[in-house]
């Protein structure tokens, strides 16, 4: 959703990359620069992972009455 026409590295322009499936990150072929699939997001600098953030918005969603703080982790 990010890149609807696939990644494109905003400095140089170029659409090759290489995605380092461990690390999640995705690295140009001419720029030798890596991204993160979250930069740009609310979720750049966190340090609670994706996984979590999905469950806490899932939970805070879908319940009818309230939820404090601690019940989300």
Known sequence: MKWPND??????????????????????????????????????????SLLRWSWAIYFLSSDKGSISAPETQ
């Open 7 to 48: 990644f494109i590295y905003p400095c140089c322009g170029n659409d090759h990359y290489y995605e380092m499936t461990r690390r999640h990150l995705y690295e140009c072929t001419q720029c030798k620069k890596q991204t993160l699939v979250i930069v740009g997001t609310l979720f750049h600098g966190s340090k609670i």
